[in-house]
C-alpha cells in the first residue's frame, strides 16, 4: 500500500526514493504497532495512569495486541480502533503541525482544522493496514531518560527470531495520567521527519490545502479499495 501511495500523492517518484520510503515505512509501521506489546496491562485507561514514561510506552501494549489479536474485527473496525488509539496516545496536533512547518502559519484556521483532521485519519489508517500483517516479534522497553522539561525518551528494541533486534526510540511528552508519543524513532530513522520530507514537494505546489486534499484522495482510494 505504501508504494501505491507515494505513487499517487507524488511522493517520491524516483524507484530508489521508492524503495527507501516503503522500507522506512515499513519499519516505522512495526514501530507503531508495537508502541508496546508488553503484556504488563490492556486497558488504555492503565496506560495513562502509569507513573512514569516507560510504563506509559510499556502498558499501551495490551490495547495494540488485543486489536491486533482480534480475528472478528473488519478491517474498517480494526481501522477505527487505531485511529482512537493513535488520536488519544499520540500528541496529533503537535506531530501534524511540525511535519508541515511554516506552511502551517500560512494557512487559515479552517484549512490548518482540515489539515489535522486528515492526517489523524490519513495515519491511522496506513497503520491500519500494517497492523493487519503484524504476527507478533517480541518488544522489551528497555530505559528511559529525560530529555528536559516535561519530555522523555524510552528507548525499546523489537525482537526478532534469528536477527538482531531493532532500536526503537518513543519520544514522550507530559506528565502521570497525560503522557503523550511526539515522536518514533526507527534505527534512527524519524516518524515525524519522515513524514515531513514526504510532503515536502506537495507544500510547495499547493500548500497546506494541497496536501490535505492529496491525503483526502489516499483515503477515499484506500475505502474504495
Known amino acids: 500500500m505504501s508504494i501505491v501511495c507515494l505513487r499517487h500523492l507524488g511522493w517520491g517518484a524516483d524507484r530508489g526514493a521508492i524503495r527507501l520510503a516503503r522500507r522506512r515505512f515499513l519499519q ?22 502509569a507513573s512514569d514514561p516507560k510504563a506509559f510506552i510499556d502498558n499501551l501494549g495490551g490495547d495494540v495486541l488485543s486489536i491486533i489479536k482480534s480475528p472478528n474485527l473488519s478491517q474498517a473496525q480494526r481501522q477505527a480502533k487505531f485511529r482512537t488509539l493513535f488520536s488519544e496516545n499520540f500528541d496529533v496536533p503537535t506531530i501534524a503541525r511540525f511535519v508541515v512547518g511554516r506552511y502551517w502559519r500560512r494557512a487559515s484556521p ?11 485519519n490519513y495515519i491511522a489508517t496506513i497503520y491500519a493496514d500494517q497492523f493487519s500483517n503484524y504476527h507478533g516479534e517480541g518488544f522489551k522497553a528497555l530505559n528511559q531518560r529525560s530529555l528536559g ?4 525518551l ?3 528494541e523489537i525482537e526478532r527470531p534469528n536477527q538482531p533486534p531493532i532500536r526503537v526510540d ?8 497525560s503522557f503523550k508519543i511526539v ?3 526507527v534505527e534512527d530513522v524519524s ?3 519522515t513524514k515531513r520530507d514526504e510532503f515536502a514537494s506537495v507544500l510547495e505546489q499547493g500548500g497546506l490545502k494541497g496536501v490535505t486534499q492529496r491525503m483526502q ?3 477515499n482510494n484506500t475505502q474504495s479499495g
Open 183 to 185: 515522536d518514533v524513532t
Open 191 to 193: 516518524l515525524i521527519i
Open 28 to 49: 516505522l509501521g512495526a514501530a507503531v504497532a508495537l508502541a508496546a506489546t508488553a503484556l504488563s496491562s490492556s486497558s488504555w485507561a492503565a496506560a495513562q495512569s
Open 110 to 120: 479552517g484549512d490548518q482544522q482540515a489539515y489535522v483532521d486528515t492526517f489523524r
Open 170 to 177: 518513543f519520544r514522550v511528552k507530559g506528565s502521570a495520567g
Open 149 to 152: 522539561g516535561d519530555e522523555s
Open 154 to 156: 524510552v528507548k525499546a
Open 217 to 219: 484522495a489516499v483515503l
